[in-house]
């Protein structure tokens, strides 16, 4: 559960709008309460400039006893109720009260004396009448006499924090209930946006082996997975060529081994059929193990083959001289050559790169196996190396039976032969898809280029610095 992104949603978002919404809710009663205390400070400041006014006016005509004596008891409304929450004072220079408000001097109270500098306006906190909370403010002010006085006004704070505490009952009463429409609801819509997902989860795990064909829908599907259901039908497509080439590589290689077993077995039979002579034995023997051989070889090749594409085999990039690489190759196959009168020609430049000698050893053995194999008799095999920039060029060109147009595209696949060279010659078709692999892993490529019934030409070119794209933890000859 803890791992589920729907949990993990729900979690995320409760978590922000708890701290979100207990932020917010300090914040505001902050704000209130600031506002609060300052409406209060202003109608404080209002008040006891009005008293200040009055009393410098009842100085100024000389009848400020009589003003302070009509102060008392003229006064109505809020300060006039016995603790009514409203109060004011007048002190004297000693700090004697001169005169109190009636909601005052009712209950026989006092506001607590503060002294103050002339002419400021001195706010602050007291516990007044029935230990109720004060907002007090002091003012000293000079009359024109030069008599000096005190004027104390004093709200209750009861309403404001009254109203505050409404305002946040109401807000802890309708937290928790928005708290759990809102996880509720992001609960429920999490579902909903994550139900395409599911099908999709769905969908993805009825593709096997065998449906390997299908493929997730990506129109109609949510942005954020077509990118995802795009990606995967690609995986999936390179898992059916994948799986579609191992197919196909486990039904040729059982077809070109039937061959040879089929052979064997029927040399066998009849061999065993009777009795023979000692040459009868020889030769079945000799054809048996002329066969073997060729099984031998395609087993050997199968196996190249695997091991390139497991990445099993690791080049070793040394300094070579493609010169001397094509001259052993030359010089290995020039028997079978003779054997065809096929003439066998090298040229070009000394060109020496850094590539694996065994792998392009191969290479070139294979390449100009196939050149002889499909040769004509009396015909010619010519070599060339060449540089262009930082690449060696490597020509092999034949004056052999040529490729049909519609087979230059797949010399190079696993066990394809032309089916105008089946019969004729006895191979694998497993030599050129051998060639490409290995010039491919050096960085290289390669090409072929064939007129029907006049020759062939392989072009091969490899990077004079090595670029080995594939390797693997083992090593392994060729």
Known sequence: MK?????????????VFMAGFLGLGVFVHYKLEEIGLGLVDDHLKSSANTISNLLSLEAAQGHLDS????????IAGEYAEKFSGHYYQILSSGGKILVRSPSLSLGDAYLPV??????EFRYAFAAGPNNEQLRLISVTFTLPDGLRLTSQVADSLADTYKLLSYIRNAALLMFPAVFILCGLGVYVLAGIALKPLKAFSAKATQITAENLGERLEERGTVEELKSLAAAFNTMLGRLEGSFMRQRQFLSDASHELR?????????????????????????????MSDTVNRMCDIINRILVVSRLDSKAIQFKPVRVELKDIMKDVLKLIEPSASNKGIRLALAGADVNIRCDREGITEVFT??????????????RVDVNIAEEGGWAVITVSDTGIGIPPEDMERIFDRFYRVDASRGRTVGSGLGLSIVRSIVEASGGNVEVRSELGKGTTFIVRLPKKAEQRDGGAQTESI
Not at 114 to 119: A, I, R
């Open 114 to 119: 503060m002294e103050t500098p002339s002419g």
């Open 259 to 287: 061959t040879p077993t089929s052979i064997i077995k029927s040399f066998c039979d009849v061999t065993l059929g009777r009795e023979r002579s000692t040459q009868d034995y020889r030769e079945a023997i000799k054809k």
């Open 67 to 74: 003003g302070i004596s009509e102060l008392s008891t003229s």
């Open 366 to 379: 294979n390449i100009v196996e196939n050149s002889i194999k499909y040769n004509r008799p009396d015909g």
């Open 3 to 15: 791992n589920s992104i729907r949990f993990r949603l729900v979690l995320w978002f409760l978590v």
